[in-house]
C-alpha cells in the first residue's frame, strides 16, 4: 500500500543531516554564497505577497497540528506561535532561494523542536549551505553557572590547532562573548530544554554546517581563549574536511579499571579488572539490532553468572531510537509502568490514522517477550478508537501504551520483567547530549524507581509520531520544502508530558571545565558507592 503524499513517521528513525553540496575540498563561505546566490536567482522565490501567504499557510496548519508542551514553554519562557511569527520578515524580505530556505528553517526552529527540520524535496528549494568543515578543537559547555554560559576547549587536533590547549577557557568567538554566542547560534539550534541547547551550541561551535546560514561564519573560527593562569591569547583556526581532523580528548580514559568484553551497535559491556560484582553498560543507541543485542547480552549474563551483579548504565553519549521497554524488561527484576502517548486530532492526524486503519498487519513478524512486531495492536486501535477520535473531533486521542509497540490498547501499561533478567541494583549516568526515546527510557527508570540517577538530565525531546508535509508557494503551486510537525504527547510514567520535561537526576552533577577530564570515572564510582559497591582502590 502507498502511503499519502503527507508522510509520518518515529522520531530519529530518519536522518537529520540534509543534503550539502557535492564538493571535492572546503572552498570559501563567499564563493560559495556567492554561488547559491546565482542559483536562487534563477529558480524563483515568488512574490512577497506571496511568501506572507506562505506564513499564514504555516502558522495556520502549525496551530491546528501541533502538539504543544506548556512545560517546556514555561522552562524557556517563550510563545512559539509568536516566535515564528517574528520571522515573518525574514521569510517575505528573501531575495534569494538560499535566503529563503534559511529564513524557513529559523521560522521551523522557533517552536524549540529538536525532532523538527527541512528536508529538500524535487523541483523545491536546492538544500544550500556550505560543505560541511571542522576546526581542530572541541568544545563543551561549562554547566557551573547555568545564567551564565561558558565553554571551553575538550579536546584538540595537535596538528592543526596551533597553541590551542585543551583546557583553555574560550572568552570570545569571532568577536561575540559566550551568551552572544548562545542568542545568534540559538535561531540555528534545534534544542528542546536550556541544557541541550547549550550542548549543541558547543558541539556546532567548531563546525561549518549546511543547516546553519553561510553568513553566520568566518573564513576561520577567531577565538579569544584564557588559561590557567589568567593569561588570554587569539588563535584563528583553519576550517577542514572533517575527515582530516583527529580530536585527542582531554578525557581520555573514561572507565579506568574497567575492560570491554562484548562489543555491540547499540551498548558496549564493560566489567571491572579486579572482579567486582558491578556490569556497566556504555548506551549508544535504540536501534533495530537493539533486539539482538539484548538478546547477546542476556545470554552473555546467564553464562557468566552475572545476574545478580550491579548494573550501571551510562547514556552520556547515546541517541534515540526505540524498543527502550524491551530492554528495561530484562535489565530489572520488578514490573514497570510504560511510557504513554497521544496525537493531536487535526488533519494530518486523519490521514495517519486512516493510513494506519488500511495498512495490513506484519505476517511474518517474530514473537518476542515485550514487542508487538505486527504492529496488530496499533492497527486495532486506529481501525477503533483513532477513528472514532477523528469522526468525534476530539482534541486528542486517548492516552494508550506508547505507539501500541509493547501493550495492547486496554492495557494498564504495566509491564513484567522478560524470563530471564537482570535483578541487582542499577544507576543511571545522564547527560544532554542525546533524547527522544533515551528520554523514555530514562524515565521508565526513574519514574518507577527501578534505578538511581545521577549527572545531567538527557535532552528532554520526545514526542509520539511527527507529519510531513510538502510546502508550496501559494498561488503558483511549486513545491518548496518539506515541513515537520510534532503532533503527538509522550507522557512520562509519572503521568507528565515528556517534550522539554526530562528526568532531574537524582544527584546533579553538572558538567564543568573543572572536573571534565575526569568526569564518566567519577559519576561511575559516585553510582557504585551510592548502591551500596565497593570502590577499586
Known amino acids: 500500500?502507498?502511503?499519502?503524499?503527507?508522510?509520518?513517521?518515529?522520531?530519529?528513525?530518519?536522518?537529520?543531516?540534509?543534503?550539502?553540496?557535492?564538493?571535492?575540498?572546503?572552498?570559501?563561505?563567499?564563493?560559495?554564497?556567492?554561488?547559491?546566490?546565482?542559483?536562487g536567482r534563477q529558480g524563483g522565490i515568488g512574490t512577497a505577497e506571496q511568501r506572507s501567504a506562505l506564513v499564514d499557510t504555516i502558522l495556520a496548519r502549525t496551530a491546528r497540528r501541533e502538539a504543544w508542551?506548556?512545560?517546556?514553554e514555561a522552562t524557556l519562557g517563550y510563545d512559539p506561535l509568536a516566535e515564528m511569527e517574528a520571522v515573518r520578515g525574514e521569510v517575505v524580505n528573501a531575495s534569494t532561494a538560499e535566503e529563503l530556505w534559511y529564513a524557513l528553517t529559523k521560522l521551523?526552529?522557533?517552536?524549540?523542536?529538536?525532532?523538527?527540520?527541512?528536508?529538500?524535496?524535487?523541483?523545491?528549494?536546492?538544500?544550500?549551505?556550505?560543505?560541511?568543515?571542522?576546526?581542530?578543537?572541541?568544545?563543551?559547555?561549562?554547566?557551573?553557572?547555568?545564567?551564565?554560559?561558558?565553554?571551553?576547549?575538550?579536546?584538540?587536533?595537535?596538528?592543526?590547532?596551533?597553541?590551542?590547549?585543551?583546557?583553555?577557557?574560550?572568552?570570545?568567538?569571532?568577536?561575540?562573548?559566550?551568551?552572544?554566542?548562545?542568542?545568534?547560534?540559538?535561531?540555528?539550534?534545534?534544542?528542546s530544554s536550556p541544557q541541550g541547547l547549550l550542548w549543541n551550541v558547543a558541539r556546532d561551535l567548531p563546525l561549518r554546517l549546511p543547516t546553519t546560514a553561510s553568513w553566520m561564519y568566518?573564513?576561520?573560527?577567531?577565538?579569544?581563549?584564557?588559561?590557567?593562569?589568567?593569561?588570554?591569547?587569539?588563535?584563528?583556526?583553519?576550517?577542514?574536511?572533517?575527515?582530516?581532523?583527529?580530536?585527542?580528548?582531554?578525557?581520555?580514559?573514561?572507565?579506568?579499571?574497567?575492560?570491554?568484553v562484548m562489543e555491540r551497535f547499540n551498548f558496549h559491556v564493560l566489567r571491572p579488572d579486579d572482579g567486582r560484582p558491578i556490569v556497566l553498560l556504555q548506551w549508544l543507541d535504540f536501534e533495530y539490532?537493539?533486539?539482538?543485542?539484548?538478546?547477546?547480552?542476556?545470554?552473555?549474563?546467564?553464562?557468566?553468572?552475572?545476574?545478580?551483579?550491579?548494573?550501571?548504565?551510562?547514556?552520556?553519549?547515546?541517541?534515540g531510537g526505540s524498543r527502550g521497554a524491551y530492554a528495561i524488561q530484562r535489565l530489572v527484576s520488578e514490573p514497570f509502568r510504560t511510557t504513554f502517548g497521544n496525537i493531536r486530532v487535526s488533519d494530518a492526524a486523519a490521514e495517519m490514522i486512516r493510513a494506519w486503519a488500511e495498512e495490513p498487519d506484519i505476517e511474518d513478524a517474530p514473537e518476542i517477550f515485550g514487542l508487538n512486531?505486527?504492529?496488530?495492536?496499533?492497527?486495532?486501535?486506529?481501525?477503533?478508537?483513532?477513528?472514532?477520535?477523528?469522526?468525534?473531533?476530539?482534541?486528542?486521542?486517548?492516552?494508550?501504551?506508547?505507539?501500541?509497540?509493547?501493550?495492547?490498547?486496554?492495557?494498564?501499561?504495566?509491564?513484567?520483567?522478560?524470563?530471564?533478567?537482570?535483578?541487582?541494583?542499577?544507576?543511571?549516568?545522564?547527560g544532554p547530549?542525546?533524547?527522544?526515546?533515551?528520554?523514555?527510557?530514562?524515565?521508565?527508570?526513574?519514574?518507577?524507581?527501578?534505578?538511581?540517577?545521577?549527572?545531567?538530565?538527557?535532552?528532554?525531546?520526545?514526542?509520539?509520531?511527527?507529519?510531513?508535509?510538502?510546502?508550496?508557494?501559494?498561488?503558483?503551486?511549486?513545491?518548496?520544502?518539506?515541513?515537520?510537525?510534532?503532533v503527538g504527547h509522550t507522557l512520562r510514567p509519572n503521568g507528565e508530558i515528556l517534550e522539554g520535561n526530562a528526568v532531574q537526576p537524582e544527584v546533579y552533577v553538572p558538567l564543568t571545565r573543572e572536573n571534565f577530564r575526569t568526569y564518566h570515572r567519577d559519576l561511575l564510582n559516585a553510582a557504585i558507592r551510592r548502591l551500596g559497591g565497593p570502590i577499586s582502590q
Open 289 to 319: 539490532e537493539l533486539i539482538q543485542d539484548v538478546q547477546d547480552l542476556m545470554e552473555y549474563a546467564e553464562a557468566e553468572g552475572i545476574l545478580d551483579h550491579m548494573l550501571v548504565i551510562d547514556v552520556t553519549d547515546s541517541s
Open 1 to 39: 500500500m502507498s502511503w499519502p503524499p503527507r508522510r509520518f513517521h518515529a522520531p530519529l528513525l530518519l536522518t537529520a543531516t540534509l543534503v550539502a553540496a557535492a564538493l571535492s575540498e572546503v572552498a570559501s563561505p563567499r564563493a560559495i554564497l556567492a554561488q547559491q546566490e546565482g542559483i
Open 108 to 191: 521551523s526552529n522557533a517552536r524549540r523542536d529538536s525532532h523538527l527540520y527541512l528536508t529538500p524535496v524535487e523541483g523545491g528549494l536546492p538544500a544550500p549551505g556550505l560543505p560541511e568543515a571542522r576546526a581542530p578543537v572541541h568544545v563543551l559547555p561549562d554547566y557551573g553557572d547555568p545564567d551564565r554560559p561558558s565553554f571551553f576547549v575538550a579536546g584538540v587536533d595537535p596538528a592543526h590547532a596551533g597553541d590551542v590547549r585543551t583546557g583553555d577557557l574560550i572568552v570570545r568567538v569571532n568577536g561575540r562573548d559566550a551568551g552572544d554566542v548562545v542568542d545568534a547560534f540559538r535561531p540555528w539550534t534545534r534544542h
Open 433 to 486: 547530549r542525546g533524547g527522544s526515546h533515551l528520554d523514555q527510557f530514562v524515565s521508565m527508570f526513574a519514574d518507577n524507581d527501578l534505578a538511581f540517577t545521577i549527572g545531567m538530565p538527557t535532552g528532554g525531546y520526545s514526542n509520539t509520531w511527527e507529519a510531513e508535509e510538502v510546502l508550496h508557494l501559494p498561488g503558483d503551486g511549486r513545491p518548496l520544502v518539506r515541513f515537520m510537525w510534532n
Open 373 to 430: 512486531e505486527s504492529r496488530s495492536w496499533l492497527h486495532e486501535w486506529a481501525r477503533t478508537e483513532g477513528l472514532d477520535a477523528v469522526e468525534r473531533g476530539l482534541d486528542y486521542t486517548r492516552a494508550t501504551p506508547f505507539k501500541l509497540a509493547h501493550l495492547p490498547r486496554d492495557s494498564d501499561g504495566i509491564l513484567q520483567p522478560a524470563p530471564v533478567h537482570f535483578s541487582g541494583s542499577v544507576a543511571i549516568i545522564g
Open 69 to 72: 508542551s506548556p512545560i517546556k
Open 218 to 260: 568566518g573564513e576561520t573560527l577567531d577565538l579569544e581563549l584564557q588559561r590557567d593562569s589568567g593569561a588570554r591569547f587569539t588563535a584563528s583556526l583553519p576550517y577542514l574536511p572533517p575527515e582530516e581532523v583527529e580530536i585527542r580528548m582531554g578525557e581520555d580514559e573514561l572507565y579506568p579499571g574497567f575492560r570491554t
